[in-house]
């Protein structure tokens, strides 16, 4: 019984530490083009940087954004990174860790290759 009050006081300090942390560094910027960059860094080591740009479309509320970016972070001692772009194809995600989906689309085709039905 000590024991399972000890393992519960330790899970609690451990989670409100993960709790406490703090955004040691942020640093944003938007240009006139819809261009931007962002980066920032936690003190429990956690990294992303991210950048961007905004292809405006012909009607209101259209268009498109082309982003591309990487976060890290720490887990059980291996850091783990993640890069990714994100457009109109989608959210691409790519990292030692994370299984490698470049054939899906050859499986499951385009976009542009769905067929609508409307019942």
């Known amino acids: 019984?000590?024991?399972?009050?000890?393992?519960?006081?330790v899970a609690v300090a451990l989670a409100q530490s993960?709790?406490?942390?703090?955004?040691?560094?942020?640093?944003?910027?938007?240009?006139?083009d819809g261009s931007f960059a962002a980066t920032f860094e936690t003190t429990?080591?956690?990294?992303?940087?991210?950048?961007?740009i905004s292809y405006p479309g012909n009607v209101p509320e259209s268009g498109n954004y082309v982003r591309s970016g990487s976060y890290s972070y720490e887990w059980e001692g291996v850091t783990y990174t993640v890069t990714w772009t994100a457009d109109e194809n989608g959210?691409?995600?790519?990292?030692d860790h994370l299984?490698?989906?470049?054939?899906?689309?050859?499986?499951?085709?385009g976009v542009e290759e769905?067929?609508?039905?409307v019942a």
């Open 114 to 117: 769905v067929e609508v039905s």
């Open 18 to 32: 993960n709790q406490e942390a703090k955004i040691v560094n942020y640093q944003y910027g938007i240009e006139e």
């Open 91 to 95: 959210f691409h995600p790519e990292g």
């Open 1 to 9: 019984m000590k024991t399972i009050v000890a393992l519960c006081l």
């Open 44 to 52: 429990n080591g956690i990294k992303a940087q991210e950048d961007g």
């Open 99 to 109: 299984p490698d989906f470049s054939h899906t689309r050859e499986h499951i085709g």
